[in-house]
């Protein structure tokens, strides 16, 4: 072999050693002030997710300032430690484990993604942690370890569907959603109640997610003889589907956009006259009106420094969740993850949006369905609300009822998913 | 000079040392991190031997990584007791009820179209030989194609390239049989010859840092025999290499699905560290970062491709938990990969080299040669 | 069957938009760019900024947007590119850094948000781009309703290629792009002086991107990670259509373009991607210099 190759060899091997002195530095950190309650925080603060998820970054921030702002915990302050997923799975398994063994934090705020929930979750029940989850999601999951503090389908379709179908008049419905987990499973529920409230769907179409090229989507729909769609569409997707939809010479009048997951975020960035007309379920929207939310987007625009920032509904879970989470340690007594896990169950708290309580069966919360339609100055109307918030069914696809519940207390009970 | 060769199986054997005695100050969160970067070293290998050796630039390694990953995903799902049905001889992953055929029977045979391909890897060894071998097949089918027909330099990277993106797509929609976006989650625990793999336990690190000093001997041996040299020599100067009379696609396609194996191998120690196999495994930056891991440690050199997918690794885990980086860290890799790229284009092992070169030469001029090589076996 | 040729044909006056510039730096250049979707990123801020600051439409951005990123890509060139001529793969991992320093740059406000200080307009969230009314809606042609931006789009693609042909075979700096591009040696010994064109000519790509930038941001979502796959769909383009041939990529991109709508009215969207994908991979795998190679040196 020549003498470059063997040279360089050589040379790694004086940096492997080199590293192998450092090592003490790297491996072990400095000690934090004792007192301090530390709380992990995770969401991509870079790459594509950095969209949605900085702002839950955010809000999770504010809500432990105000926490410590009145003294804290226990009498001990909140301390935050703040890790980047960086929009990646792996990145997000590698920074979960790293909170949860080597900071040792009893719970984490973290996650939007269904995906990096999962690649997280094994981290969090090996350890008997504690992850607290702010998105809407499909459902299906039964963790003695995450309390998920945001919509599952029953919250977003049980009112949205009968209300489409007999307050719009709107019966022949298209499906469209990007393609992944949750649209699908959203697919799924909507069919079945589609189905059972007299209506039909026509036709059921997903588009690669994070694809903005909508338009073989959209003329499918103009010839398709639909007379309302249901997007579950995701991310930054939305803008561009809404944008096609009315520059194909659509009218939300006569073939109104259903959707469960467009939020302030993508109306602001799509520009309000797209979807103008258009409508969205969600347990809460920035234009609630009621005091309490109007001083949370006030708070919330002074503490990101942005006049013009936009609440939505996993922000306001984002925030609240650290408040239930604060009541259940203050009830424990101590910042250990299975006591607040267990002092967490059945924790109510008044949000910006509402009163919300986390089921003691299932870790879910209790939320109050909405549907809002769109304004020209891109708020919400709400149009139809429940009084009362409605029960958490994680597994409503598959026949789950408020007086059956599949996840309880003692686990899945497998047995009744078979059918 | 035999001296020469024995200092650089030093160099690999300080480096082997070096990963085999870690666990001895690792605590238990370093010990499982440090195995995941050991797996992205197995990758920085697979890159050095076919772009390196070869002069094939894979822009879409992870395409190997991810069979690798979900083969053994697919093995560890079955075992995990989220599955329905765990325990008994028909066990079937939670998910595929999500897209459940109507009426459908819940086993594997029929719960929907396709899942009955889950049905040998109940067997973890099926699993296992698969992450080695489905790698292979694929690289071995697409490589024969590209290198008969004289496909070379970069059009062999976009080749790759759309390869990569085109299966994570398919993987993406076949959501029934993958669970699509979500990838392969809730997994069992590796058991083999009754020892479970815990991805915190020591025992799982020295499967990994095993795995890495075998893979660095092996391909390290293979690039000496004859075999290795030809491929050298093909890379150099193609042309030269075919009217010498051999058979050019023949040594390409072995070394590519060499590389592939190491990547396939890499894929499913990962979901062993890991507990997840997930379809950005296939995205198109993944892939380029691990060749970007190998051009900062040195393309041309194993050893110094493994240590730069290494210490990339535990730069960008310092930079990302160091508190006021948390937004800014990825414009420090950023700045690194430029500032690599223009002033150290053989990497760090290329630029090592040639600083020890000056030195050495220096040295020489001074000493007798029995000396010089006795300093170096002390200084390596 | 109008309507999806015509959406076949916005697709590919899409795809053509953005593999115009590379179809200059990769083709002319031998550089591939990764940052060329940064470039149209850029361009796509310069859109937002535009409206924000000097409160002046999508159609006052375009020219803007040219400057701003042709500025941006003489500078990559001059320290970066520059250094790493004949080194195409190198080429491809120090724009890959520069990529995500752009990135990192508009996401930090250029810094600003380690001040706590806020850039209306920059940030990691999704930017609005008003599009002018008379854009918006549909029109009716020849019996069809079409829309009115992507119609524009494929109007304001088919001027800047005929601009960009135009440029490299009807004018003296054309002359000397071309022939650099075919021996550089050879034309630096004429007199060419090799270093100001290929800045130039990068430059020139790059202010095209731009260009695409402000016409993307009509329609898809403006945020920081928005060029990356692009680029990847430009490169496809380029790569079938044959390295260094401007008629070659306006032709693939007809026929991805094409190929997409089709496949996504006959089947769906999904597939269609798949489809282009093993369609790309076919081509380069019989014809690896391309649809309509050039004879290089």
């Avoid at chain 2, 058979?247 to 590519?256: A, H």
């Avoid at chain 2, 948390?326 to 092992?349: D, E, K, S, T």
């Avoid at chain 3, 991992?93 to 990192?104: E, N, R, S, Y």
């Amino acid at each position: 072999m020549n003498m470059t190759t063997r040279m360089m060899t050589r040379r790694t091997a004086l940096i492997g050693a080199a590293g192998a002195l450092a090592a003490p530095y790297f491996f072990h950190r400095p000690a934090r002030a004792a007192d301090a309650i530390k709380v992990g925080v995770l969401f991509s603060q870079t790459g594509g997710l950095s969209i949605i998820e900085k702002s839950l970054n955010d809000a999770t921030l504010m809500a432990i300032s105000e926490i410590n702002a009145k003294g804290g915990v226990l009498g001990r302050p909140v301390q935050a430690v703040v890790e980047d997923g960086a929009s990646d799975p792996k990145t997000f398994n590698e920074k979960a484990s790293k909170l949860v063994i080597q900071d040792k934090v009893p719970s984490v705020f973290a996650c939007y993604t269904s995906a990096s929930r999962k690649a997280v979750l094994p981290v969090f029940e090996r350890r008997q942690s504690l992850l607290l989850y702010p998105t809407y999601y499909e459902g299906f999951e039964c963790s003695k370890n995450v309390a998920y503090t945001g919509a599952v389908p029953n919250q977003q379709l049980s009112n949205f569907i009968p209300w489409i179908i007999n307050t719009l008049g709107k019966k022949k419905f298209f499906i469209v959603g990007s393609n992944y987990i949750y649209p699908r499973e959203m697919a799924k529920v909507s069919k079945i109640l589609i189905e059972k409230n007299g209506g039909q769907w026509i036709a059921d179409e997903y588009l690669e997610l994070g694809d903005s090229e909508w338009g073989s989507m959209v003329n499918k729909i103009k010839n398709s003889g639909a007379d309302v769609v249901l997007s579950n569409v995701v991310g930054d997707s939305v803008v561009a589907f809404y944008r096609e939809f009315k520059n194909q010479g659509m009218s939300q009048d006569k073939l109104p956009i259903c959707a469960t997951v467009t939020s302030e975020i993508e109306i602001a960035a799509m520009g309000p006259e797209y979807a103008a007309g258009s409508f969205t379920s969600f347990p809460y929207f920035m234009a609630i009106d009621t005091d309490a939310n109007k001083a949370f987007v006030e708070r919330y625009r002074a503490y990101v420094k942005n006049p013009k920032a936009v609440t939505h509904h996993a922000l306001e879970s984002a925030y609240f969740q650290v408040f239930l989470w604060a009541q259940a340690v203050a009830q424990a007594k101590e910042a250990q993850p299975v006591p607040i896990r267990n002092a967490l169950a059945g924790q109510e708290f008044a949000a910006p949006g509402g009163t919300v309580k986390i089921e003691p069966q299932n870790l879910h919360t209790w939320l109050t369905p909405r549907i809002a339609q769109w304004q020209p100055d891109g708020q919400g109307k709400i149009v139809d609300a429940y009084k009362t918030p409605v029960m958490p069914l994680p597994y409503v696809a598959y026949g789950e009822t408020e007086s059956a519940p599949f996840c309880t207390g003692k686990g899945l009970d497998t047995a009744r998913l078979k059918g | 000079m035999p001296g020469k060769r024995t200092l650089d199986y030093a160099a690999y054997a300080a480096f082997i040392g070096l990963i085999l005695c870690a666990p001895l100050v690792l605590e238990e969160f370093w010990l499982n991190r440090i195995a995941k970067f050991l797996v992205y070293g197995l990758l920085g290998v697979a890159i050095a031997l076919s772009w390196g050796y070869a002069g094939i630039l894979n822009l879409g390694q992870g395409l190997f990584f991810g069979l690798g990953a979900y083969m053994m995903a697919m093995s560890l799902k079955l075992a995990s007791p989220t599955s329905l049905q765990q325990g008994s001889a028909t066990p079937v992953p939670d998910f595929m009820l999500w897209n459940a055929e109507p009426g459908a029977k819940t086993d594997l045979c029929c719960i929907n179209h396709g899942s009955f391909l889950w049905t040998p890897f109940q067997n973890p060894w099926f699993g296992i030989a698969m992450g080695v071998l489905v790698p292979v097949l694929v690289a071995t089918l697409i490589g024969w194609v590209m290198f008969r027909k004289r496909i070379s330099g970069v059009f062999v990277s976009i080749i790759m390239l759309a390869l990569v993106l085109l299966v994570r797509l398919v993987v993406i929609d076949a959501q029934p049989v993958t669970n699509g976006f979500n990838g392969l989650t809730d997994l069992g625990n590796l058991v083999v010859f009754g020892v479970e793999l815990d991805p915190y336990e020591v025992v799982t690190y020295y499967v990994v840092a095993g795995a890495l000093a075998l893979a660095l001997i092996a391909t390290r041996m293979l690039v000496e025999t004859r075999a290795g040299l030809i491929l050298q020599a093909i890379r150099d100067d193609q042309n030269r290499a075919r009217y010498l009379g051999f058979d050019v696609p023949l040594y390409q396609v072995f070394f590519f699905a060499v590389s592939a194996a190491i990547a396939g191998v890499a894929g499913m120690l990962y979901v062993v560290v890991a507990q997840f196999a997930s379809p950005t495994f296939m995205d198109l930056s993944f892939s380029i970062t691990m060749v970007v891991w190998a051009a900062v440690g040195g393309r041309a050199s194993l050893l110094g491709a493994c240590i730069g997918a290494i210490g990339i690794n535990i730069i960008e885990a310092r930079a990302s938990e160091t508190q006021a980086l948390v937004q800014a860290w990825r414009a420090v890799i950023g700045l690194i990969f430029v500032l690599v790229v223009l002033y150290l284009p053989r990497g760090v092992a290329g630029f090592a080299s040639d600083a020890a070169d000056a030195v050495l030469s220096r040295l020489g001029r001074k000493r007798p040669p029995a000396a010089q090589s006795a300093e170096e076996r002390v200084a390596s | 069957m109008a309507e999806v040729v015509f959406i076949g044909l916005s697709l590919a006056s899409v795809l053509l938009l953005v593999a115009l510039g590379l179809a200059i730096t990769y083709g002319a250049m031998g550089v591939i760019n990764m940052a060329h979707g940064e470039m149209v990123m850029l361009g796509a801020y310069t859109t937002v900024l535009t409206r924000i600051y000097l409160h002046l439409d999508l159609l006052a951005a375009i020219p803007l947007a040219f400057i701003v990123t042709a500025l941006v890509g003489y500078a990559i060139e001059r320290v970066v590119v520059r250094r790493l001529y004949g080194r195409l793969l190198d080429t491809l991992l120090a724009t890959w850094g520069v990529a995500i320093l752009i990135q990192q740059a508009v996401r930090l406000e250029l810094g600003a948000s380690f001040f706590g200080l806020h850039i209306a307009g920059l940030g990691p969230g999704l930017q609005n781009v008003a599009v002018p009314p008379e854009l918006t809606g549909a029109l009716t042609l020849g019996g069809v309703q079409v829309n009115a931006f992507r119609a524009f789009i494929i109007v304001v693609t088919l001027l800047l290629a005929l601009v960009t042909w135009l440029l490299m075979y009807r004018t003296s700096i054309g002359i000397q792009v071309r022939a650099i591009m075919r021996n550089p040696r050879m034309a630096a010994a004429c007199g060419i002086d090799v270093d100001r064109v290929n800045a130039l000519t990068f430059a020139y790509g790059s202010g095209l991107a731009g260009i695409a930038g402000v016409m993307v941001s009509g329609f898809k979502t403006v945020f920081p990670d928005m060029g990356t796959p692009m680029v990847v769909d430009a490169f496809l383009v380029v790569v079938v259509g044959g390295v260094g041939s401007l008629v070659g990529s306006i032709f693939s991109a007809g026929l991805l373009g094409q190929l997409n709508g089709i496949t996504a009215f006959l089947s769906n969207d999904i597939i269609a991607r798949a489809v282009v994908f093993a369609f790309v991979i076919a081509v380069i795998m019989t014809r690896p210099r391309g649809l309509f190679a050039q004879r290089t040196r």
